[in-house]
């Protein structure tokens, strides 16, 4: 089903290592590629420790992501303008020159690897798997900017171009900043005036405000769609030249957040929300409902002060999330459980997100309040038209919910498919040990996911090879010397294990 879908994010070869003393790092995500559908529900599964938050928090960029790209799909890049486009397009040609030296490199090392025998290529794989990651993300980050144009010997034109168009990109972004500024005015001086307040003079004056900032952006559009023409002409100009179709190919209008600054991602904050946990240390006791509720339309500029009009808004959104209003100058003590929960909802979706990662969101309720929570984020998903990555250690709740469902060992993604794909046909041995140990009682399901005979090792120093070969019980030699690929075994269907194929062509016999 998930295939027509629209990409929303994009996660390549996403790493996050935490620093540890004496040198050594936690690898909690270590080479995670996924994509996540407009839409969809992503189910995140996996025993404690095996780094779900750790994925959820990166991609929304709570951390500083280590290596790879995170690309976002919410808005184009054009939308947002960031500072790293015009670094790339500043520095084309020293990017370009780097990006060949790695291709060289990686083309010795393959020479060197073709040379050795089978064993010896085991203990060599990683190093050559890694130059093939540095040269592959060195071509990204150029072509996704420029595409086909990297091939052009003379790199001038192609750089004054695009850097013209990021000015005025930048200069429609700030503008788009005071219009929503404007906008907000205007919808204040309104509402004071449908109160009896104000006056129609004020009204009319900030209607006039946005008039003259609508008018401007206008004009710059029609500057930057004509340069916009200028580069399509150079393209047209270029495609006889070797490769450049190919280089075309990777043009991407996405926003790779891993690479923003701390303001730029701070804007984008608004599209992407967390939902914790622990609705009891989650939520300012200080703060009433309504100031935790308008806490993030409030740094968004959506709203200007504490007025009227807000309280509408606010109240708008508690309704939506199951809370009366006069809950509304109440504090987070005065909850329950399922009711902080439903606060945590308010204010995640009170900036109107695109993305909402849901961290273990009803692990900590009653089981028949986690069933009116699910509830509620699934009619929220309805009406808002959210993504959700659902993280949770209990899989009779994931396999409800989600669409896909990926799973996780010791900072890898091991096995991703359709949900009921994944409960049907489980390839990868440890997805098979998960499904297994589903718990059938209630008291069973309250415990931690325990599920295989061995300790799981730390991700400090995680096994060499597959990192589950020290507990699977069908581990052979190149299991403990290599990593397996992350490869489809059948449509939407990818796993990484080197006997996936085996796996799946034996299951289908015994169905
Ligand atoms: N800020 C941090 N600093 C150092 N290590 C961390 C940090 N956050 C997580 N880790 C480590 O990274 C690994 C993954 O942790 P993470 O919290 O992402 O796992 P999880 O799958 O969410 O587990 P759980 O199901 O218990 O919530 C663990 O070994 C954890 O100790
Ligand atoms: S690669 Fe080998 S050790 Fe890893 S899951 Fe597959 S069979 Fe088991
Ligand atoms: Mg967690």
Redesign the pocket.
């Known amino acids: 089903m998930a295939q027509n879908k629209e990409v929303l994010l994009r996660i390549s070869n996403l790493k ?1 290592y ?3 003393k004496k040198g050594r790092v ?1 690898k ?2 270590d080479g995670i590629s996924i994509d996540i559908y407009k839409g969809e529900t992503f189910g995140l599964v ?12 990166t991609i929304l960029q709570l ?1 500083h992501q280590t290596y790879g790209r995170t690309m976002y799909y919410g808005r184009s890049l054009d939308d947002l303008a960031p500072r790293y486009m015009l670094d790339t397009i500043k520095n084309l040609p020293k990017l370009r020159k780097a990006w060949h030296e790695l291709a060289e490199k990686e083309k010795k090392l393959q020479a060197e690897y073709d040379a050795l025998s089978e064993e010896a290529q085991y203990a060599k794989h990683g190093e050559l798997d890694q130059a093939k990651k540095l040269t592959e993300d060195a071509m990204l980050n150029l072509t996704k900017i420029v595409g086909g144009l990297i091939v052009v010997e003379d790199l001038q034109p192609v750089m004054s171009l695009y850097e013209k168009a990021y000015h005025i990109s930048r200069e429609i972004t700030d503008l788009d900043d005071a219009l929503l500024d404007a906008q907000v005015t205007q919808a204040d001086v309104e509402f004071a005036l449908s109160k009896g307040k104000g006056s129609q003079a004020k009204v009319d004056a900030a209607a006039q405000k946005c008039k003259e900032i609508e008018a401007k952006i206008a004009a710059l559009r029609r500057q930057i769609d004509a340069v916009r023409g200028e580069i399509q002409l150079l393209r047209e100009r270029s495609r006889h030249l070797p490769e450049f179709e190919k280089y075309e190919a990777y043009r991407d209008d996405g926003i790779d957040l891993a690479r923003l600054t701390y303001n730029e991602m701070r804007k984008l904050r608004r599209d992407m929300q967390l939902i914790f ?1 622990d609705p009891y240390s989650s939520l300012n006791p200080r703060m009433s409902v309504g100031q935790i509720i308008s806490e993030g339309m409030k740094a968004h500029g959506m709203i200007h002060k504490q007025d009227e009009r807000m309280q509408e808004m606010v109240l708008k959104v508690m309704d939506q999330c199951g809370l009366a209003p006069y809950f509304l100058h109440r504090f987070p003590h005065q909850f329950s459980g399922g009711q902080r929960q439903r606060i945590g909802i308010a204010r995640a979706l009170a900036t109107h997100p695109k993305f909402v990662v849901c ?2 969101a009803v692990s900590a309720l009653d089981v028949s309040i986690q069933a009116q929570i699910i509830n509620l984020l699934q009619d929220l998903k309805e009406q808002e038209n959210l993504t959700y990555l659902f ?1 949770t ?1 209990d899989l009779s709740v994931v396999k409800y919910i989600s669409d896909r469902i990926g799973v ?1 060992y010791l ?1 890898s993604m091991v096995e991703l498919a359709d949900s009921q794909e994944i409960f049907d046909n489980p390839v990868h041995p440890y997805t098979e040990a998960l499904l297994n140990a589903i718990p059938t009682t209630e008291e069973e399901s309250r415990k ?2 325990q599920i295989l005979e061995g300790d799981i090792p ?3 120093n995680p096994p060499k090879g597959c990192k589950f070969h020290t507990r699977c019980a069908y581990c052979t030699e190149i299991c403990k010397q290599v990593v397996p690929a992350w490869e489809e075994v059948s449509p939407n269907h990818f796993v990484a294990c080197h006997h996936k194929l085996h796996r799946a062509s034996e299951k289908k016999e015994k169905g």
């Open positions: 996050q935490f620093p540890l936690v909690a995500n996996g025993e404690s420790g095996c780094g779900k938050s750790t994925l959820g928090r951390y946990q961290d273990e993280i250690h996780m900072g931690e996911l730390s991700p400090v």
